[in-house]
């Protein structure tokens, strides 16, 4: 397979792709942190 096959994206399109990956990986720390609070909030006495 040739690299020209490959579909390029321009400079905008990059830095789009690695914020929307970013926000991603926030949302799911922020997830884990949740669960993880409320698990310790629901083992309290």
Do not use: C, W
């Not at 990059?14 to 629901?42: E, P």
Request: proline letters at 2%; zero cysteines; charged letters at 25%.
């Amino acid at each position: 397979m040739e690299h020209e096959d490959r579909i390029r994206l321009t400079e905008a399109e990059q830095k789009a792709r690695r914020n929307r990956s970013i926000a991603i990986g926030i949302v799911l720390v922020s997830l884990v942190v949740i669960f993880y609070v409320v698990t310790l909030a629901k083992m309290a006495p």
